[in-house]
């Protein structure tokens, strides 16, 4: 089984450029979400799609956007990078909701360098 | 707004050691929790989740609680071995939407 793969798992981005990240599950989950991770900052939300054709901000949505294209993937983009947004990006996914919460599933990680 | 935090932040031990890790959270409204293992310059791999109507969960060596009354989650290692060196993340899931909140994690080192 794949679970969640994320790609590119690596990318340097000059300030002001413009990059999409793809996340695809082949779980059949409903659930997807994009959390950053910083050293001493932890892992952070920034988007989350609760099923398909939904998408909310989390708790650092500010120079992002993403698109939930199906079921299967989600995107999350930057639109003019800032060094600021150098981090490690992880997707995520799980079951979804109906009364009772599943674990989650993550990605592998995309490692963004933004000079 | 949940918080989670988690002691110590960096642990190291002798290889053979029995060890806890800790987890606090200050909402106790909680779904479940969840506890991952990151290794260095990798993804989060899922170790066990706890629902909350459960106390606990065991794998292998293993064994996770939860104390929803006291916002607390223990994480006990059973014979450490070098191979479990890695962070270890709580994190605790609140609403409907899903969303997880982390802990700092806590840094484990096993020395052989």
């Known amino acids: 089984n794949a679970g969640v793969t994320q790609t590119p798992k690596f990318q340097v981005l000059k300030t002001g450029q413009s990059m999409t990240l793809q996340c695809a599950q082949d779980?059949?989950?409903?659930?997807m979400y994009w959390y950053r991770q910083d050293p001493g900052m932890g892992l952070r939300l920034i988007y989350y799609s609760a099923s398909e054709g939904t998408t909310d901000k989390g708790e650092v949505p500010n120079g992002y956007n993403v698109s939930r294209l199906n079921k299967r993937e989600f995107s999350l983009r930057l639109e003019s990078a800032a060094p600021s947004q150098t981090s490690v990006y992880f997707c995520a996914s799980t079951r979804g909701t109906g009364g009772f919460v599943y674990g989650y599933t993550f990605g592998s990680g995309t490692r963004l360098t933004v000079v | 707004k949940q918080e989670v935090t988690q002691i110590p932040a960096a642990l190291s031990v002798p290889e053979g050691e029995n060890l806890v890790l800790n987890c606090s959270f200050t909402?106790?409204?909680?779904?479940?929790l969840q506890w991952f293992r990151q290794d260095p310059g990798k993804g989060l791999t899922s170790l066990l989740l706890i629902q909350s109507s459960q106390r606990e969960q065991t794998s292998g060596r293993l064994n996770a609680s939860l104390d929803k009354s006291s916002g607390r989650s223990t994480l006990y290692i059973a014979a450490s071995q070098p191979g479990d060196s890695a962070t270890y993340l709580c994190?605790?899931?609140?609403?409907?939407?899903?969303?997880?909140?982390f802990g700092g994690g806590t840094r484990l080192m096993v020395k052989p």
């Open positions: 909402d106790s409204a909680i779904y479940n």
């Open positions: 994190a605790a899931n609140n609403n409907a939407g899903n969303m997880l909140t």
């Open positions: 779980m059949n989950h409903n659930s």
